[in-house]
C-alpha cells in the first residue's frame, strides 16, 4: 500500500470533504463546527470559516468558486463569501440536521436534505425558498442534479428513489427497488444515467430517458458509510467499517482495498483532475492519495 499524505485536520471527526473546481483547493469540515482550507498540492492551511453552532456536514461550491453554501447539524445553511472569508447569509433551512447541500449546474438552485425527510430547493438569485420535495418518510441521505437542470433525484433511508422535474416540482418516478437505505446518487454520462448505491450491498445503474434498469452488481457490503465517485466516471469508492475500497464504476469490481482506523465514518473526494484521492476520517485526518501512485 502506497504511503499517504496525513493532514491533521480538525479537532474532531471530520465530516465532509471535497476538492475546489480548478484543484487548487482541498475544502474540509468538521463535527468541530469549522470548514478549512488546504493548498493542493502542499497540503498547507489556507484558512477557515467560523460560524455553525453544530457539525458541518455538507457543502457546495458555486461554479465561479466566489461562494460556498453549507449546512450543519444546527439546522442552518450559511453563505460564504471566500474572497474575504466573510459570512454574508444564515438561513435556518429545515427542522432537523442538514445532511446534504447541492448546486445545480445552471447555477439557479440549491438543493438541502435534511433528518426531517424533506428536500427543500433555494432559488440562488434570491436566497428564498422555492419548492419543498416531499416524497420520503424517513432521513434524506442523497440528491443530484440532471447536468440540463431537467430534474432533480432524491434518496433516504427509506430505500426509495424519487425523480422530480424541474423547476416545477412535479414527481416523475417512484423508484422502490432497493430493499435497504439509500447511500448514494450519482448521475453520469451527462445525465443519460442515474447510479444509486444501497445499504442492501447493490449497485444499480438506470437509463433516465424512461428509467429502466441498465444493469446491476452486488457489492454484499450492507453498512456502508459513504460513497464517492470519480469525475472520469470509472471509479468508485464504499466507505465501510475500518476501510475504503475503490472499485470500478463499470463492473463493480474491487480494484483497491485501503485498511483504516477507527471504524468512523470517513468520506472521501476525488479531485476532477483525477490526481488525487482524498479520504476524511474519524481520526481527525484527512489522508490525500495520488490516484497514479494509488491505482
Same mark, same amino acid.
Given at each position: ?44 492551511? +489556507? ?20 461562494? #460556498?453554501?453549507?449546512?450543519? =447539524?444546527? /439546522? ?7 474572497? =474575504? ?19 445545480? =449546474? ?9 433528518? &426531517? ?18 416524497g420520503h418518510e424517513k432521513n434524506i441521505t442523497s440528491v443530484s442534479f440532471a447536468q ?10 427509506? =430505500? +426509495? ?9 412535479? #414527481?416523475?418516478?417512484?423508484? &422502490? ?34 428509467? /429502466? #434498469? ?29 476501510? #475504503? ?51
Amino acid at each position: 500500500m502506497v504511503e499517504p499524505e496525513i493532514i491533521q485536520a480538525h479537532t474532531s471527526h471530520v465530516m465532509q470533504i471535497g476538492f475546489s473546481h480548478d484543484n487548487e483547493i482541498l475544502i474540509t469540515t468538521g463535527m468541530d463546527n469549522v470548514i478549512k482550507f488546504w493548498s493542493v498540492p502542499s497540503w498547507e492551511f +489556507k484558512g477557515e470559516l467560523i460560524g455553525h453552532e453544530k457539525s458541518v456536514n455538507a457543502f457546495a461550491l458555486s461554479n465561479n468558486q466566489d461562494v #460556498l453554501i453549507t449546512g450543519s =447539524s444546527d /439546522t442552518t445553511m450559511r453563505i460564504w463569501e471566500l474572497h =474575504s472569508l466573510k459570512e454574508i447569509d444564515v438561513i435556518v433551512a429545515h427542522k432537523k440536521p442538514l445532511v446534504v447541500v447541492k448546486l445545480s =449546474s445552471c447555477n439557479a438552485l440549491i438543493a438541502t436534505g435534511s433528518y &426531517d425527510g424533506k428536500v427543500h430547493l433555494w432559488s440562488c438569485e434570491t436566497m428564498e425558498l422555492f419548492d419543498t420535495l416531499s416524497g420520503h418518510e424517513k432521513n434524506i441521505t442523497s440528491v443530484s442534479f440532471a447536468q440540463n437542470c431537467s430534474h432533480i433525484a432524491t434518496g433516504a433511508i427509506d =430505500s +426509495k428513489i424519487v425523480i422530480w422535474k424541474l423547476p416545477s416540482g412535479k #414527481l416523475i418516478k417512484e423508484i &422502490d427497488s432497493h430493499t435497504a437505505g439509500i447511500v448514494a446518487l450519482k448521475h453520469l454520462a451527462k445525465g443519460k444515467k442515474l447510479v444509486s448505491v444501497a445499504n442492501d450491498g447493490k449497485v444499480k445503474i438506470w437509463k433516465t430517458k424512461h428509467w /429502466t #434498469l441498465e444493469k446491476e452488481f452486488d457489492i454484499k457490503y450492507t453498512e456502508i458509510h459513504s460513497v464517492a465517485f470519480s469525475a472520469d466516471e470509472k471509479y468508485f469508492t464504499l466507505s465501510l467499517p475500518y476501510k #475504503l475500497q475503490v472499485r470500478s464504476l463499470k463492473t463493480g469490481e474491487l480494484i483497491e482495498d485501503i485498511p483504516l482506523k477507527p471504524k468512523g465514518v470517513y468520506f472521501a473526494a476525488f479531485s476532477s483532475d483525477n490526481k488525487w484521492l482524498a479520504v476524511g476520517s474519524a481520526d481527525k485526518t484527512v489522508r490525500i492519495w495520488s490516484l497514479k501512485d494509488l491505482l
